[in-house]
């Protein structure tokens, strides 16, 4: 059996509509005679007449009238289905979003984040999951939605991202510490006793190659994986961490940070995502929710 021509369900629910074939010919731009010959193909599709003479006028045929209202409904379904997707019913929306991030980021957005989405979605579930290297894997393979953190050469180059906010390293020590108060020197800095933070166990990082340059060394005596461990660490000691400024805002609390003595690139935090998820609706809420959360820490 042949497949039928679906574009006959448009003409078929405006002639059943229109019960008049000029009409229903002005009403899709189409002459009397290709509408007359549009309706002697339903009829032979269906087996029915459909419409037929009655004094100067059509009327419907028991099958045409069963017809209507279902062919009324397919029409507007197939419409809907082929139309771009409109803003989500958030009052409605029941989704868990899974956010993998990078350190730091929970803490100083998250609350902002899960307040925001809350109030307007409140059947939507936020999952994060702790970002552990810069594979794109999990965002192919969709066990990720959203990601965040610095773009890497590694990336898939499929992934789409957009720059969140731009950050800077910082030095922070806990109050009552001796580079609390007086001049930062470069001298000064890397005399002191380090943390570094390094999720690959490296033994230097980028402000150890910027002293080296002047002639300087610092003295690492502890690594660890992220950023809050190693505020940790300095809170309760004399040791000294270098962290991103405003995406620990929130992990500094009650300790004394400033600016480094070296030169530093800043770095651009972004949100990732795989181009799958590009034009779902409630996916593109979500991107908007972090991108104005995120937008506070854009100012100093």
Known sequence: MPKPDLNLLVTLDVLLAEGNVARAAQRLR???SAMSRALARLRETTGDPLLVRAGRGLVP?????EL????????????????PAGQPDLGQLVRTFTLRTSEGFVENFGPDLIARVGQQAPGVRLCFVQ????????????????????????????????????????????????????????????SGRHILVSRRGQEKGPIDEALNALGLQRQIVATVGGFSSALALARASDLIASVPERHTGNLRAQMHSFP??????????????????HADAAHRWLRGCVREICAKADSP
């Open 30 to 32: 189409l002459s009397p």
């Open 61 to 65: 045929t028991p099958r045409a009238l």
């Open 68 to 83: 209507r209202d279902r062919v009324s409904q397919l029409v507007q379904d197939t419409e809907a289905v082929l139309r």
């Open 131 to 190: 970002k552990t290297n810069k594979d794109s894997g999990p965002l192919r393979d969709g066990t990720v939605d959203l990601e965040t953190g610095v773009v890497a050469s590694t990336i898939g180059p499929e992934v789409r991202a957009q720059a969140l906010f731009r950050d800077r390293f910082i030095g922070v020590v806990r109050q009552g510490h001796p580079l609390s108060q007086g001049e930062i020197t470069p001298a000064r800095y890397a």
């Open 260 to 277: 480094l003595p070296v030169s530093m690139p800043q770095i651009t935090v972004s949100l990732l995502w795989h181009p799958r998820l």
